[in-house]
């Protein structure tokens, strides 16, 4: 594990598709310094900017579709961070009821 925990940093370029609807989904992200595209059946499109999650967020909301929901491009070269969703599960598996019930509902009141 990094100084982050279990997440990475990475960087993407411009119009780097980072999910495609449809895929196993595998990851949970971040974004901390660009914007994305993001678009889906439910949602239509729209651009997220820092501070935005996207990925795997079913996860957060204990619920577990298995794939991306959505497909992600970057609009502009991006900075994100990422969690794996395996470790992800495990962490919030050890945190307590009320953490996770707090987690569950901030994330089910997302746009």
Sequence with gaps: MSDLGIFEKRQI???QVITRRGDPGKRVYLLL???VQSSSVANGSEVLEAGSLFGRLDLLAGEDSGAYTATTTA???ATLMYADASQLTEELAKASPTIQTL???TVKALP
Aim: glycine share 8%; hydrophobic share 15%.
């Design 13 to 15: 370029k411009q119009r």
């Design 33 to 35: 310094e660009g914007s």
């Design 75 to 77: 609009l502009t070269e």
């Design 103 to 105: 987690l569950r509902t």
